[in-house]
């Protein structure tokens, strides 16, 4: 199913991507579409926050990927998934997604989030959910998500 929402604002953005992470759960795949500045960090600092995720999200445009959460789990408390925040703008080929740890990750017990995933398309798993942010205006996105039943409650 494909959903479209828009924001005016950064915060709009974040409050909407709060929602989506709310609904995520270890084993998704988020790929961004979306131009420099579109808002893809931005809206993974949302993500992160309807995981249930405290940490500040940052781009991760120099160490490639940054990982936050999955906190080791407490007894009787299920663990709640990491999130591991690629940025693959500068991947060309396997050998460099590699060292990204992008197959090391455990997906398992993880949501990726990734930037700039149009130069590893190939190595997407089946159920990779596609988001695209685009620039409308100034402060105001169109965000499409290709994704399940779970988030059409959502509304704009
Ligand atoms: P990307 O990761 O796609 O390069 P960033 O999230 O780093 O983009 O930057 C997006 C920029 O656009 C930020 O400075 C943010 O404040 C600004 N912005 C303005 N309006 C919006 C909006 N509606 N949603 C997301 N970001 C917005
Ligand atoms: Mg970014």
Redesign the pocket.
């Known amino acids: 199913m494909q959903y479209t929402w828009n924001?005016?604002?950064?915060e709009?953005?974040i409050a909407l991507a709060e929602k989506i992470g709310a609904k995520l759960r270890a084993g998704d795949v988020i790929a961004y579409r979306?131009d420099?500045?579109?808002?893809?960090?931005?809206f993974t600092r949302g993500l992160a926050a309807g995981m249930g995720i405290k940490e500040l999200v940052t781009?991760p445009t120099f160490a490639l990927v940054h990982e936050y959460g999955g906190e080791p789990p407490l007894t009787g408390v299920v663990r709640c998934p990491s999130l591991i925040h690629f940025d693959m703008y500068r991947i060309a080929d396997e050998n460099e997604l590699e060292t990204t740890g992008f197959y090391d990750y455990p997906l398992e017990e993880s949501v990726f989030a990734i930037?700039w995933s149009e130069n590893i398309e190939a190595a997407l798993p089946p159920q990779t959910m596609t988001l695209t942010?685009e620039r409308t205006g100034e402060?105001?996105?169109r965000i499409t998500l290709e994704g399940d039943e779970r988030f059409a409650d959502i509304g704009n």
């Open positions: 924001t005016a604002s950064p709009e953005t979306g420099l500045g579109a808002g893809k960090t931005t781009s930037e942010i402060e105001s996105r």
